[in-house]
């Protein structure tokens, strides 16, 4: 479903993708690791042009969207669905109205409509009672799910998640994983997940790339993975400061 080809991308003097290549298989769950810094995020944003690259291409169902106008973009766009890595909710609107918002903004759906799959999505990430509460009242768990619920609404092909469990302690998340888990197996959309919560990530994950010193290593499944002798990945594995990565 999305094909990533020699990309490049800079800030200034820092290079922080030094020609990326990689695809992301359709319908499954592919996990993006890498040490802090090592533009995991900055990928993730090229995938669906939130960034452009300084060079390369990326294919969403063989388009390259980096050549794309901004109603094309548009487009494109609506095949995403995205998990932000604090969840970015709407402090001033209710749990219910956050997840109803792109329904408001993106489609002519009816409010009667909107009143019915809302609860729905809320009851399917374990939230069926707090749509009326805000951001505020609900744990850092309570809002992940309600930042997913946000982000299945539209039915999207293609959902992105950046570290959805930072800032979790480990039984949050390993249920964070576990929803993610059981949402892909009820909406079968290829999932793309930033994380370096290893190896509790591998357990949702189809397949696990590697991305350091600015390209992508490896990309296998997890059980290849681990398995690796490829010292960037062991060095990674086993949490060593000396080795081939280049620590930021």
Request: overall charge neutral; charged content about 20%.
């Amino acid at each position: 479903m999305i094909r990533v080809a020699n990309l490049h991308k800079s800030f200034h003097a820092q290079k922080v993708l030094n020609g990326v290549n990689i695809e992301f298989a359709t319908g499954k769950i592919t996990t993006i690791v890498g040490t802090s810094g090592c533009g995991k995020t900055v990928l993730l944003k090229h995938l669906n042009a939130l960034l452009l690259p300084d060079k390369g291409e990326v294919f969403v169902d063989s388009v390259d969207i980096t050549t794309l106008g901004q109603r094309d973009l548009y487009q494109i766009r609506g095949k995403f669905g995205v998990l932000f890595q604090g969840a970015a909710l709407l402090d001033s609107m209710t749990v219910f109205d956050n997840v109803a918002f792109p329904l408001r903004e993106k489609t002519k759906m009816s409010e009667s409509a909107i009143n019915k799959k809302v609860p729905e999505r809320l009851e399917q990430v374990g939230l069926g009672e707090m749509g009326h509460k805000f951001p505020a009242e609900l744990s850092g768990g309570m809002k992940k799910r309600a930042g997913l619920a946000r982000a299945l609404i539209m039915d999207p092909e293609i959902v992105l998640f950046d570290e959805p469990t930072t800032g979790l302690d480990p039984v949050l998340a390993t249920s964070i994983h576990q929803l993610i888990a059981r949402t892909h197996a009820d909406f079968g959309f290829t999932g793309i997940v930033v994380s370096h919560t290893i190896p509790q990530v591998f357990d949702i994950s189809d397949y696990v790339a590697m991305l350091a010193n600015g390209v992508v290593e490896e990309v296998t499944p997890p059980e290849i993975f681990r398995a690796s002798q490829n010292p960037i990945v062991q060095q990674f594995i086993q949490g060593k400061t000396e080795g081939p990565i280049q620590v930021l």
